[in-house]
Structure formats: C-alpha cells, structure tokens
C-alpha cells in the first residue's frame, strides 16, 4: 500500500527567510507526487508535481520542491517565506504501475509564516 | 469556467437524517472523488467515480452512497447519518485516468451531526 508522511504538525518560519515543508512517501513502482495548498475554508489548490526527469520541480507563487529518489523524500521549499505563505500544505502520492491510481494524501503541515 | 462547485457550504443534520451534498464541474472531467478531511487524517477518499454510470469505493465508503449519471454532476448521499461523519468534505475532478493528472477541488462543504 502507498502512503505519505508529513512529519512536521506545524513549521514556523521568519518572513523573508527560506522554509521547508517535509514529505516521505512509499509507493510501488514510479511515483507521481503532488504539492497542494489549502487556505482557511477554502478546497486545496495545486502548487505543483514531480512526474519524471529534473529532481527539482517548480511551481506556482515561487514555491519548488526537490525530488530525492534514494531517501523517497519530495520536501517543498521556498527561498523566501511571506506572510500570505501561511496555511496548510498537502503533500500526495500516486502510483504507477497499471490501471487507475488512486491518490494518497498525507495529514498535512501548517505553515505559519511570522511577520 | 466555475471549476468544481459544491452546495452546501453549511449543514447541520441531526443523527438518523439523510442527505445528498452536491458536486458539479464544467471542465468535462471524467474522473471525480469524494474526499472527507477530518483533523490529524488529512483527506480520505470515500468514493470515486471514472465516468458517467461508473463509481467504485475508496478507503472510507460506509455509509455513503454516490451515483454518476453524467459527467458534470457526482452526489454523495448520506443515507442515515451519524456524529462520525462530522467533517469537511471535498469533491475533485481530474482530466483524464493518466496518474499524473492534477485534481481541482471544490471549495468543500462542512457537515455537522448533532
């Protein structure tokens, strides 16, 4: 079975600084990872997704994260957090190997980025 | 493009009542999902759909039922429902079967059972 860990509940971070937002999956065969954001009441909004080729993948409002096969790690960053950066983020897993994958979404972290 | 929408934003049932919360999108996505979020869980899939007349369980179906008879519209209905199913639900759809498809997502709709 696939799965994803998230292993931070919360990440503080200066404005201006950079931030970091962890995830480790496991999965059968290629993985297929997702960034999704969620700010309050409101549905998760797409950030960006690792499919194949260059380990660092680049996304929407500056944000990138870098694939890492050997530790099954896809940890979000951005060099330079802002305010308007809090809320929380989903990472995701989807398999590869045949038929219709269905995703597996990983508890969560909040940001909170401090003025 | 609306996107995905959902109705309700806001419901409050009493335990043994039933209901259908309602999703629709006009991208002409074949595949939609409903999630369930619940604190410390993140999103559980309940049930999914791959196109019209075609719908199939996730993780967490007790209790739901779901129908898909075109592609724009995908219902959950609770059938009787209980304080366990208090949380906030997301409909998504995505284009296509291929994995590396991104899903859009409603803007959810928070159940309370008293």
């Known amino acids: 079975a696939q799965s994803v860990a998230q292993p931070e509940d919360q990440v503080n971070v200066a404005e201006g600084n950079p931030l970091t937002v962890k995830c480790t999956y496991s999965?059968?065969?290629?993985?297929?990872l997702f960034w999704y954001v969620q700010y309050p009441n409101r549905g998760l909004q797409f950030l960006l997704k690792y499919i194949t080729g260059d380990n660092l993948v680049k996304g929407s409002y500056g944000f990138e994260a870098e694939f890492n096969k050997s530790q099954t790690s896809f940890h979000l960053k951005k060099p330079s957090a802002l305010v308007s950066d809090s809320a929380l983020y989903f990472c995701?897993?989807?398999?590869?190997?045949?038929?219709?994958?269905?995703?597996?979404f990983g508890i969560g972290t909040k940001l909170q980025v401090i003025p | 493009n609306a996107g995905v929408t959902q109705t309700p934003k806001f419901q409050v049932l009493k335990t043994g009542q039933s209901m259908t919360l309602q999703c629709a999108q006009d991208?002409?996505?074949?595949?939609m999902s409903w999630y369930r979020q619940d604190p410390g869980m993140g999103l559980r899939l309940i049930h999914y759909?791959?196109?019209?007349?075609?719908?199939d369980q996730g993780e967490v179906p007790n209790g739901y039922n779901v129908s898909r008879s075109t592609t724009e519209d995908f219902p959950l209905r609770l059938l009787s429902a209980a304080p366990s199913q208090t949380s906030v639900y997301f409909c998504a759809s995505t284009i296509g079967q291929l994995s590396t498809d991104t899903q859009y997502f409603g803007p959810g709709t928070r159940l309370t059972v008293l």
């Open positions: 999965v059968s065969g290629n993985p297929y």
């Open positions: 995701a897993v989807r398999g590869s190997t045949g038929g219709y994958q269905k995703v597996t």
């Open positions: 759909s791959v196109g019209a007349g075609i719908t």
């Open positions: 991208m002409n996505h074949e595949y």
